[in-house]
Every structure is written in structure tokens, then in C-alpha cells.
């Protein structure tokens, strides 16, 4: 854990993506440690069931999206999330109770911070005028992109300082990525 994450006075935003649900209790320690004012997740909450492929999962989906949802929206930050598209957009809406849902391409701003908000890098890499582009779903890199796959990632707000953390090992593999490409 950086150590500038624990004695930081900052407000710290935290963002995550592509989630599989054997590393909630990873994301609950962190969240405990950290205490992050803002939690942005941009999709595919629970990565390790692929509902595009399997729809038949969607209680099993929809049991661990509450399980997630309980520990994010516990937290005492503010919880935006960018439906993913292993997400299923209707058990979600039925389950949030104060996160904030905004579709792919949003623009939010936070502390005067405006963050380009998307799943895919597609969904953010031709929008201007924001200081952070956040995205998941690949590994992709983009000018002015901090990917949620490759890394926890904290923005320190008022300094714009990024401070990443790193998955537990095994966490591509319950993606179901079965080569981390560099990583």
C-alpha cells in the first residue's frame, strides 16, 4: 500500500473496473484503509460472470452485484458507476440504493475535476475539455486514460496526483483473461 494513500490529507477518488467477485474482500480493505471520498467503477461489476455469453447466470450475477453494491455504497463516499457490458442495466437499477448511474460517455466533475466517465476507451477517447479520462474493459492505453484494469487508481484531488494500486495476483484470471499481455 503507498504510503502517500494512508498519510495524504487529500480527498481521494478511487476507481475501479472490470471486478470479479472473489476480490470484493481486496476492494473492502482497501476502502477501509484508504476511506475514499469518491468511488467510480466503470463496469462490468461482476467481471467473472460473463452475462453477454450466459444469461442464465443472472441470479448468481445479481447475488454478488448486491454484495458489491453493499460494501461500496457502506463506504461513506460518493458512488458513481458506468454500467458495463457484462452488466445487465435493469438487476442493477433494482439494486442501487445511492449510487449514481451514468451512462458511457458522461462527463462528471468532482471538486473541479472533470472526468470523461466509460467503460471502453471508445467511449471516452474523443472527449475534449476534461482533465482524466476513466475507463476498463481492456487493457488499452489512451492519452490522458487511466484504466481501471490495469490498476486500482486514486486521484488526489486538489493536486491531481494518480497513486495506483495493484489487483491481488490471480485477478485477470478470474476476468477470464487468460494472457496478461505485458502486465
Not at 72 to 98: C, F, K, M, T
Request: net charge positive.
Amino acid at each position: 500500500m503507498p504510503e502517500v494513500l494512508l498519510e495524504n490529507k487529500e480527498h481521494k477518488i478511487m476507481h475501479i473496473s472490470d471486478t470479479p467477485d472473489n476480490i470484493y474482500p481486496f476492494i473492502l480493505n482497501l476502502i477501509k484503509r484508504v476511506k475514499p471520498d469518491y468511488i467510480i467503477h466503470t463496469g462490468d461489476l461482476v467481471d467473472n460472470i460473463k452475462l453477454e455469453r450466459k444469461p442464465e447466470l443472472r441470479n448468481k450475477y445479481e447475488n454478488s452485484l448486491k454484495e458489491l453494491l453493499l460494501i461500496l455504497e457502506n463506504s461513506g463516499a460518493r458512488v458513481y458507476i458506468v454500467p458495463g457490458n457484462e452488466d445487465d442495466i435493469e438487476i442493477l437499477r433494482q439494486n442501487v440504493r445511492i449510487s449514481k448511474i451514468v451512462p458511457p460517455g458522461s462527463v462528471v466533475e468532482i471538486e473541479g475535476v472533470k472526468l470523461a466517465l466509460g467503460h471502453d476507451y471508445k467511449d471516452v477517447v474523443k472527449i475534449n475539455g476534461v482533465d482524466f479520462k476513466l475507463y476498463g474493459h481492456n487493457f488499452r492505453l489512451i492519452p490522458g486514460g487511466i484504466n481501471g484494469v490495469l490498476g486500482v487508481n486514486f486521484i488526489l484531488l486538489p493536486s491531481k496526483k494518480i497513486v495506483s494500486v495493484k489487483y491481488p495476483e490471480g485477478t485477470n484470471f478470474e476476468r477470464g483473461y487468460r494472457l496478461a499481455r505485458g502486465l
